[in-house]
């Protein structure tokens, strides 16, 4: 798989699949989940709330992931996975990395070849962006998948900046 790095709003990726950093609820939020379920309208929020009727009546699990349509959005589906919140005593690496490697499990399912990743995790669940990029490339790069280009859309330059530095490691 081909990792690539944009900057910008990943609401205006062109690609199979867009993943929603969402929180646990699926019913919305701030930071991305927001922009998604803004600008994808009212038809994304309408799946969550069916997922959260059956098998998801709980909400989703950190970690895990699930797909509903894209909407009005330039992709075909929106993946949600819910990120960890960052903890500097409890070691939760395994759950953000699984965020990555569910999002494209999930992917696979639907058949998608390209996929448009925020960095999950390093807004309001405050964990460090270069440890956040480093798992998430880390992730990416050993993933058994057959999605053929994962995109890492940071919205900061200054992200974007380290990213480039990180993967050319």
């Not at 997922?51 to 992709?75: C, D, E, N, S, Y």
């Not at 990416?140 to 050319?168: K, N």
Request: glycine share 10%; hydrophobic share 45%; proline share 4%.
């Amino acid at each position: 798989m081909r990792i690539e790095l944009a900057a910008g709003d990943i609401t205006a990726q062109h690609v199979d699949a867009i993943v929603n950093a969402a929180n646990s609820s699926l019913l919305g939020g701030g930071g991305v989940d927001g922009a998604i379920h803004r600008k994808g309208g009212p038809e994304i929020l309408a799946e969550c709330r069916a997922l959260r009727a059956g098998h998801h009546g709980k909400g989703l699990r950190t970690g895990q992931a699930v797909a509903t349509t894209a909407g009005r959005l330039p992709a075909r589906w929106v993946i949600h996975t819910v990120g960890p919140v960052y903890s500097p005593t409890l070691d939760r690496s395994a759950e953000l990395r699984s965020c990555y490697t569910e999002s494209l499990r999930v992917a696979d399912e639907l058949g998608a070849a390209t996929v448009a990743f925020p960095l999950i995790s390093a807004g309001i669940y405050r964990w460090p962006a270069e440890d956040a990029i480093r798992l998430a490339l880390a992730a990416l790069r050993t993933a058994d998948t057959t999605v053929t280009t994962a995109t890492l859309v940071l919205f900061e330059t200054d992200r974007l900046a380290l990213a480039e530095r990180l993967l050319a490691e």
